[in-house]
Nanobody
Framework: QVHLAESGGGLVQAGGSLRVSCAASVRTFSMYAMGWFRQAPGKEREFVAAIGWSGSSTYYADSVKGRFTISRDNAKNTVYLQMNSLKPEDTAVYYC?????????????????WGQGTRVTVSS
């Protein structure tokens, strides 16, 4: 069983930056690919970014490419999402997810474990 806990959400002005974190309670964190997804009010949960177990492979949604950066620290069992140049359309609840594989995926159905989410609000 993997427990994921997101933190770092909040209110930020458009153009600002925010970093959200996800701490995993699992002994073999380095054996999990990790992903970030988000869900805006009235919309389906969508892919944001993903990272392989070693951190060498990363994937991004087109809407965040060049603005967001996913990274991980396997020694701290933590994955991060650095969000720069935030836009009001980035407003959502951000979820991290874990997949028992070394290969990251953009498909939410490939992830077995999910956190409770952290809310990010970008004001215009």
């Amino acid at each position: 069983q993997v427990h994921l806990a997101e933190s770092g959400g909040g209110l930020v002005q458009a153009g600002g930056s925010l970093r959200v974190s996800c701490a995993a309670s699992v002994r073999t964190f380095s054996m999990y690919a990790m992903g970030w997804f988000r869900q805006a009010p009235g919309k389906e949960r969508e892919f944001v970014a993903a990272i392989g177990w070693s951190g060498s492979s990363t994937y991004y949604a087109d809407s965040v490419k060049g603005r967001f950066t996913i990274s991980r620290d396997n020694a701290k069992n933590t994955v991060y999402l650095q969000m720069n140049s935030l836009k009001p359309e980035d407003t959502a609840v951000y979820y991290c997810a874990a997949r028992p594989s070394d290969i990251a995926s953009m498909n939410r159905n490939d992830y077995a474990y999910w956190g409770q989410g952290t809310r990010v609000t970008v004001s215009s």
